[in-house]
């Protein structure tokens, strides 16, 4: 067994550690065997490095080892369910890829280095990533706090803004560097301009037929050229001939010294440029840990950013971590591998609590065994690495401090080893190393010797490790192997499902029940001679076979139950469904119920809100029609005129009258009697007292004394009954008029209108006030009567009356002069 305390394991770099973050180290002991080799480990992260969104956050996934230091494991897992919860919660969280640096730092790390302009992008790229990444990191502070303890300070913006003056995005100095660089480039262009003008015109002199794209570059000059056989060629310097050898390419002696001119000119533009990289060096040197750590920040962040959209992308949640005694529990497990390559990838439940030490997964080939124990590594190993394995809510991982993997044929001619020598190899590193913290996966214990031999070495290696408290996971096609649960404490079985009838494999975990091998059957369904098969089935131990067939019947039995489980949760979920369809139902007619009702009473409303603007706007145009008689000063005396003659009319008429009328007194009137007042009124009796009568006139109910009775009248057509009324109550005199109305027996409506009328014939009778009994009751009415009365411009007060006077049953009302 390998010790691993530096900075590999595996041959994979350790992760980098950050300021003020936990360390991963110490790193978990894997075998020597290969653990995480054999596990596929670095598969399963390429998977994840995958999500990451550029090849530096890909790395630092790929750099992810398994520790076993319980504070590391826990920040790790907690920075990527923070992530995880933020994209949950549609919180846009993203960071941009950025280049390589390692280069650039360790030359700003050296006094009088120079970067060139791909480099200095290469700088900006990272500071422009890390600023708009620190602005996310701080937006979410309140909801992930790790997550914002990330935070890298960032240069000055005004460095960025220099670096954005300086280069293209090629690395390419521009002329806004500097302003002595500008203008030796603008040097340089007149120059090559004027240069360009003179040899095209040299040109033409002696080839008048010459186009003007004849000027070239040889070797850094600006030549033209000259056909070798020509007799009147410009003299000048030859620096270089066509392939044809036909050609030459002459620098004009006319040119030579503008030539000279342009060469100088574009040192200066070097020496500019120069000058402008040396400076912006300077600039960056002592900003160099600051672009480190920002970089870091980008490329960690990275990391978490792969980690979390992987546990998305999976629909992984993250386990709850053991330190204490060792249990295991998966929910609905996945192989990463298997998921990548099959989305429907059936997942598997598995469980070991405390106390139950080892499992023995037994079954048939092909059956799935090696996988589920490589599932099983590979959640534990990636959960120890800070990253969400394809699990369920409700998951618990052990904290280990050893990994143990003994799986596959490590058979190796070079080393001398055969199949079994190399598994009893590991075996023994296993047996020395393994401890109450550590978990062992064992893939056909026993196999590759004499069953028997080999039985019992598996149950004594099993019997050693689970006393000793190792969390062990071994496969089997032993059957000696399937008994020692029932001998051993703290040792459960287990199969994975298999179709007895189709001899085929179904993927599902069953805890609790050892596995069949399925030999003698499989080999009869492959096509092998019964006879021999028959043979075979005669040479197996009685007891092989009667433990055979108490597993055959488990299954069966176990098949049974699973199948009425699956009619009864279907037969549930029928009813959640009937159910919930019926409560859908019954809350739409609920809510239609709500709707109609609403409905009728705004219909109310509507109509109550028109009746009352109709009583108004009639209210209102009496006034102004009385209020424009009052300025003329003639409306009171003519409305006393009016009723004097109303009044003398009717007395005349009744005179008229033969039907005989009897006079009123006290003793006289009765509920009922239609009887005329003294003011012309005519109504019915409702209540005769001593020396005061109830009288209803109309939608006016009257108390008044009984002097004020003129006589009792025989009954008169509801038309002239109704015309009179009208009158009286129009013309009515103040001493005559109602001081007081009651509306108690009213409902609310009805009271408002008789509320309206009574305020018109107190108002048209000069009553300073009015008293209006509506009763206590259920308050109704009374707020009725106060919304009419502060709604109505002719009163001036209103409020209850004293108690003594009918408290809060009475209202007592006053009008503006």
């Not at 490590?410 to 001398?416: E, K, L, P, R």
């Amino acid at each position: 067994m390998r010790v691993v305390t530096g900075l590999e394991i595996d041959g994979v770099p350790a992760p980098q550690q950050r300021a003020g973050t936990p360390s991963p180290f110490p790193l978990m002991h894997v075998c020597a065997g290969a653990s995480l080799d054999v596990l596929e480990f670095s598969s399963a992260m390429d998977l994840v490095a995958g999500m990451a969104a550029g090849p530096l956050g890909a790395e630092a996934v790929r750099a992810r080892v398994p520790s076993s230091n319980p504070e590391w494991i826990r920040y790790q897992l907690g920075l990527a369910e923070e992530l995880l919860v933020l994209r949950s919660q549609g919180e846009p969280f993203d960071v941009a890829p950025v280049p390589v640096l390692r280069e650039v730092i360790g030359r700003l790390g050296i006094d009088g280095s120079v970067l060139a302009g791909p480099e200095f992008v290469a700088v900006r790229t990272t500071l422009r990533a890390a600023r708009e990444l620190s602005r996310q990191l701080h937006a979410v502070g309140s909801r992930a706090p790790r997550l914002a303890g990330l935070a890298a300070p960032i240069p000055d913006r005004e460095i960025a803004g220099r670096l954005d003056r300086s280069f293209d995005d090629d690395g390419e100095v521009l002329d806004g560097a500097s302003p002595g660089l500008a203008k030796a480039r603008r040097e340089v262009q007149v120059v090559r301009d004027r240069l360009i003008r003179k040899l095209e015109a040299i040109h033409r002199a002696y080839d008048p037929q010459a186009g003007s794209s004849g000027v070239t570059v040889r070797n850094g000059r600006y030549v033209i050229p000259v056909r070798r056989d020509a007799r009147a060629g410009p003299r000048g310097i030859v620096h270089d001939e066509s392939g044809s050898s036909g050609t030459l390419f002459v620098e004009p002696t006319e040119a030579i010294e503008l030539g000279n001119t342009l060469r100088e000119a574009q040192q200066e533009e070097a020496r500019e440029v120069h000058r402008v990289l040396t400076e912006l060096s300077n600039l960056l040197r002592p900003l160099t840990r600051q672009i480190d750590d920002a970089h870091r920040m980008c490329v960690e962040v990275d990391d978490i950013l792969a980690r979390a959209r992987y546990a998305e992308h999976v629909g992984a949640t993250p386990p709850t971590l053991v330190e204490t005694g060792l249990c295991l529990r998966l929910t609905e497990c996945r192989h990463p591998i298997l998921l990548g390559r099959i989305p429907d990838t059936v997942p598997f439940d598995l469980e070991l609590d405390v106390g139950d030490q080892t499992l023995i997964v037994s079954g048939p080939n092909a059956g799935g065994k090696t996988v589920l124990l490589k599932a099983i590594g590979l959640a534990v190993a990636m959960v120890h690495a800070g990253v969400i394995p394809p699990i369920a809510p409700g998951c618990r991982i052990p904290l280990l401090k050893r990994l143990f993997a003994d799986i596959g044929d490590h058979q190796s001619i070079t080393a001398d080893l055969s199949t079994f020598s190399a598994h009893v190899s590991s075996l023994r590193e296993i047996l020395e190393g393994a401890d109450h913290q550590s978990m062992v996966l064992l893939d056909e214990i026993g196999s590759g010797t004499d069953p028997a031999e080999g039985a019992a070495l598996a149950w004594a290696a099993l019997e050693s490790l689970t006393r000793r408290g190792t969390l062990t996971v071994a496969t089997t096609h032993l059957g000696a192997l399937k008994t020692l649960a029932a001998e051993e404490t703290g040792v459960v079985n287990g199969s994975l499902e298999f179709d007895a009838a189709s001899l085929s494999p179904s993927y599902r975990f069953n805890a609790g029940v050892p596995g069949r091998s399925y030999g003698l059957a499989i080999a009869k369904r492959l096509g092998v001679p019964s006879e021999v098969v028959d043979r075979a089935e005669q040479r197996v131990p009685r007891q092989e076979l009667a433990l055979d067939a108490l597993l055959r019947d488990a299954e069966t039995r176990t098949r049974q139950l699973a199948e009425r489980a699956q009619a009864l949760d279907a037969a549930e979920e029928g009813l959640r469904n009937a159910q919930s369809g019926a409560e859908a139902r019954l809350a739409e007619l609920e809510r239609r119920e709500r709707d109609l009702r609403e409905r009728e009473r705004h219909a109310e409303r509507q109509a109550h809100s028109l009746v009352t603007d109709a009583l108004l706007a009639a209210r209102r145009e009496v006034e102004e029609a009385i209020e424009v008689a009052a300025q003329e000063g003639r409306a009171r005396e003519a409305r006393r005129l009016v009723e004097e003659a109303i009044v003398e009319a009717r007395a005349a008429r009744d005179a008229q009258r033969a039907e005989p009328r009897r006079r009123a007194g006290p003793a006289t009137l009765a509920p009922g009697d239609r009887v005329r007042l003294r003011d012309g009124v005519i109504g019915r009796v409702i209540e005769a007292r001593e020396n005061k009568v109830e009288v209803t006139a109309g939608n006016l109910r009257l108390v008044v004394p009984v002097a004020h009775v003129v006589e009792v009248v025989a009954d008169e057509p509801v038309a002239s009954e109704r015309e009179i009324t009208h009158s009286g109550a129009v013309g009515a005199r103040a001493e005559l008029a109602p001081l007081e109305i009651d509306l108690r027996g009213h409902r609310v409506d009805e009271a408002e209108m008789a509320m309206v009328a009574a305020l018109d014939a107190a108002v048209l009778a000069d009553h300073p006030s009015l008293k209006v009994i509506h009763g206590k009751g259920t308050g109704a009415v009374r707020e009725r009567v106060h919304e009419v009365l502060s709604r109505d411009p002719r009163v001036s007060q209103f409020a209850l009356a004293p108690p003594k006077a009918g408290g809060s049953g009475v209202t007592i009302v006053e009008f503006r002069a």
